[in-house]
């Protein structure tokens, strides 16, 4: 293991940091894991680096974990079996925009933040949107999503292709700039929520998407959560393209007043935005107004203006910080189920009236366009019974999930805390899974103990 | 081997056919391949079948090839190793159709038109459309896309789910009803496009999307191709959602005015189509008029009729017979490039040029709105220095098409036609697909010949 160090040092330099501090930081997540800190951090510059660092830990048996900006929530990028850490930080770059192609080139340390900046001039940009300013690479690996998935699709759809550095340090590229392909397996699907289990991404082609002539977003209030999530499924149904159609429940609702001061009424809320011609926008915002009335929609805000705008997303993409401050001394459990439109009201109402037997706080928010919803459960930190009681919902919800058709995560991912749902979720279609991976990476090195039960 | 065919005639009873004339007509494709026939046809009727037949045939060493219509164009169910054909023909019940989800369970034999058919009444539709009547679960095997991916993406986008057998004769499901997950890797995506390698596809769980409120389709003539492909390229970078947009160069032309009457110019022509609201079409097809009078279109013919519109998509989908008829006695080539946008001019006029040096007909036509298009190569039959010289053209559109960062094949799929181009298009990559394969099969009885170099 120190020839492995000693051989890393000499490809890095100080590019490889072995301090405790930055172990323990990248032993963090926002999830509610124990730290576990790999036992070096690697900050490569190249493919080739990210080649010669997997290469040297093959050799010596050492696990190697991706890491883009920590903000997933599955504990992905945590060391559970030490090994060294490659922080994509130095690989940032955005290497070609071809926007004739609508097609960005980019490096997997790049931010979706940091992209759109550089589009900004294009008139393209890229619309995935989890609210963290993640990058591209962790994006990639987790199949994100997030709030513009109802229009624009999630991760799956908007990769065209991969550069990979695989378990034996091989780099293959997958995929074209072509719009489309059918030569072979998608491989470039395959590692696309292969959670780092399978390589590493090194580079990622993009598909981008041309900025709307206009844009206008509102928000509405309903009596209650029955009315927003009818609102919902009829929209969706109704064919309008929405951009965006957020459901914000009453205690949600309330921490997003006591942070940024909203002003919102004390009920359940939609948050919608509409992507078109000027035409095109007026005319999906009067259909949404007229369904969202007849299910008892009141209190209409609407921001045109792209500051306003800034700063309705903004408040949602800060929801967790928000609730977490409204609810100071917890220790909070996410959760991200995601079913058919069919059965959403009962996913969401059998889900809040458990949460609300349980007496914990646990403000429901959610990309419900897609079917896709959050509690954010709310145990007392220390208090070890109420954390089983929490861990008993967010297990009820996932049951909920499977019954009613749907899968235990949305848009999270598997990480270390969701492989115990995998045989409940996939059945034998998990050891196929299990199969892939021992071809890909026999010697189990390739971020180990998350995504596969047992694994 | 004769045991195996007294278990399946025990299985199956008639429904295991080993007559010359069923085995040959099992044995045809629509390519240019020679008769290579299994040695039995069986016709299952349920999963539990087909994982029956597929464990007698593992047992026994016998391969084992899916059949859908018959329809894929590079020998995908062709038997060069001999062993079963599983004929999908009985598997033909729409098992569900969920309305407020927008998805269809589908066993694999049942065509896009019978799916489509049923959903009539229900206000939504299947998109995905290469032309062929062909079977639901062929489509997904090859990833198939045709004239609607534009808008509506391929059939690797519109799969929810799936049932597979594997080689082993293990049933799994992949995927759920929700409209998205991330929960570990994309099994559905893998199967998709897999070509029988990897497995039978037994059950399909499909996207629907809503039937336009309004429809218009037109077809517009240019003075030369540069004029119709530069409006193709602004048309796509310009935003307008196109439903369909669809070149004809003047030979296909004029092989459509020979069989239909259609009464075109000698000249390239475009085939579009809107959908959408009332609105919403009008506003597309007036920005498209004006983007394709700047490339000198004229003589534009509006279909607003859903009649007339039949008549010019029978027509499109009508055009290999088209072509064929009128160059009778030839022994046509497929041919399926896919480039980016920015490079389809080049690729385009490259073929074109290529072809008329070669002296033989090569009409092409093409879904150019994904950069996607055909030349159909026509030596006279018999002729081996002219079938010689119409292979060359096809090695040399392939060499184009990695030149320019696209790829051999938009839709058509690998099948025994285009394995010699893996290792140029994937490099390393196609042995990471290699691997998968000797994963999931390794007695290589899954469709054996097909897919991948060598196996």
Redesign the interface.
Known sequence: MSDAFAALTELLGPRLNRSQSDRETHGRSEGHFPLMPPDAVAYPESAEEVAAIVKICAEAGLPVIGWGTGTSLEGHSIAPRGGVTVDFTRMDKVLQV??????AVVQPGVTREALNTELRATGLFFPVDPGANASLGGMAS????GTT?VRY??M??NVLGLEVV?ADG?????G????????????T??F???EGT?GLITELTLKLH?QPEAVSAAVCAFADMEGAVGAV?ATI?S?IPMARIEFVDAVAAAAFNAQSGAGWADAPHLMVEFHG?D??VA?QAERFGEIARDFGAEGFRWASLAEERGKLWAMRHNAYRAMMAAHPGSAPITT?I?????RLAEAVEETAADIAESGMPGPIVGHVG???FHALLLPRAGDAAEWERAQALAARMAER?LRL??????????GMG?TK??QA??????Q??A??????DPGNLMNPGK??PGN
Chains 1, 2 share one sequence.
């Not at 091989?170 to 997958?174: A, E, F, G, L, Y």
């Not at 979720?425 to 998990?430: I, T, V």
């Not at 199969?435 to 890909?440: D, G, I, P, R, Y």
């Open positions: 071809l926007p004739e192609d609508m097609v987790t199949r994100a999503s998935a699709g999630t799956r759809g695989l091989r780099v293959i590229r997958t074209t700039r072509a719009p489309k392909s059918s030569t072979g397996y998608d491989l699907g395959l696309v929520g292969a399978l041309g499924i149904q064919g011609s035409a095109g005319e991200d995601c079913v058919p439109i069919s897609d079917g896709n999930a058709g749907g899968t235990v995560s949305g848009e999270h991912g598997i969701k749902y995998m979720e996939h059945g034998e279609a998990w196929v899974m199969a892939v991976k021992s071809a890909l995504l596969l």
